[in-house]
């Protein structure tokens, strides 16, 4: 039997995740994207990092951030020198995200801070921080689940989806993706 309607009050599923505030703030975020950056041609990647850090990110020098790309809140971001968030790129990030030097968020690639606990009734909302460590190749159309670190210099293969920690200076693929090889350490 469904529950009736005078129940919904009490139903963790119709209640929302976020406070009305964030909503508002993620909704001026939103507009100020698509107004001052969406449009914008690919090499204005500086205009677009300010706007960024005028919404609280912490943004590193000589980021390429695209124009296409999605990210749901600035100000739980985090990117050291030198990292691209390429085209299509969606980053959720809810729990933080942390991008250090020289990452590579490939096309279409997909960051999800967040999941809920589906073994509950009351659906809670989950949330974890992704960091992705320096010489990280995240490829196109991969997806990174919440909580996950992807440790130096690992590769996760196109459309491949990993909800597990990333070994140093190794390549993975596949959906759930698993170990292919060691990738060449050139910092030694």
Known sequence: M????DSDLSDAFLKPSFPFRDKLRRFFWNISWLMLCRWTPKPMHAWRAMVVRSFGA???RDN???????????WFLETSD???IGPGVEV??????KM???SILSQDSYLCGATHDYNTIEFTY?????IIEAYVWICSKAVVLPGVTCKQGSVLGAASVTSKDLEAWSVYA???CKFIKKRNNFLI
């Not at 951030?65 to 999605?70: A, D, N, V």
């Not at 959720?92 to 995200?97: E, H, I």
């Open 92 to 97: 959720y990030n809810p729990g933080g995200v």
């Open 58 to 60: 912490k943004i590193g």
């Open 100 to 102: 250090e030097h020289h």
């Open 174 to 176: 596949g959906n759930p």
């Open 126 to 130: 989950l949330k974890g921080q992704i």
């Open 82 to 84: 030198v990292v691209t």
């Open 2 to 5: 469904f529950p009736s309607r």
């Open 64 to 74: 390429h951030i695209y124009p296409t790309c999605k990210i749901w809140a600035p």
